[in-house]
C-alpha cells in the first residue's frame, strides 16, 4: 500500500490550496479515506473522511464550510479542497486509508487507519 500527498504549499490567509492523495496497492473503491492533521508540538487530529464510494464527508468542526474532501475512484485518488484558509491550519497534513473496508459508520481515529501518507505541509502565512 502507498498514500501519496501532494499540493501542499505556503498560502496567504485567506487563500485556497488543494491536496491531493494518490492511492495504490490496494482496492481503493472499497476504502473510507481520511485526512488529518498535524502542527508542530501537537497531536494528530482529524480533519475529514469519506466513504468508499464518494457519499456521505464528514468534516471535523474547525474545517465545516471552508474544506471538501472527495474522491475519484477512477484515479485512485483522494483530495482536500481548502479555501478560507486560517493562520491556525498551519500543518502537516496525511491522508490515511481506513484499517476496515466496507464497514458502516465514520471513523475520525487515528488507530481506525492502517496507512499514512507521508504528508504535505501547508503553511499559511502573510
Known amino acids: 500500500v502507498q498514500l501519496q500527498a501532494s499540493g501542499g504549499g505556503l498560502v496567504q490567509p485567506g487563500g485556497s490550496l488543494r491536496l491531493s492523495c494518490a492511492a495504490s496497492g490496494f482496492t481503493f473503491n472499497s476504502y473510507d479515506m481520511g485526512w488529518f492533521r498535524q502542527a508542530p508540538g501537537k497531536e494528530r487530529e482529524f480533519v475529514a473522511t469519506i466513504r468508499w464510494s464518494g457519499g456521505l464527508p464528514y468534516y471535523a468542526d474547525f474545517v465545516k464550510g471552508r474544506f471538501t474532501i472527495s474522491r475519484d475512484n477512477a484515479k485512485n485518488t483522494v483530495y482536500l479542497q481548502m479555501n478560507s484558509l486560517k493562520r491556525e491550519d498551519t500543518a502537516t497534513y496525511y491522508c490515511?486509508?481506513?484499517?476496515?473496508?466496507?464497514?458502516?459508520?465514520?471513523?475520525?481515529?487515528?488507530?481506525?487507519?492502517?496507512?499514512w501518507g507521508q504528508g504535505t505541509l501547508v503553511t499559511v502565512s502573510s
Open positions: 490515511a486509508k481506513r484499517k476496515i473496508r466496507g464497514t458502516r459508520g465514520i471513523v475520525t481515529t487515528t488507530p481506525e487507519y492502517d496507512y
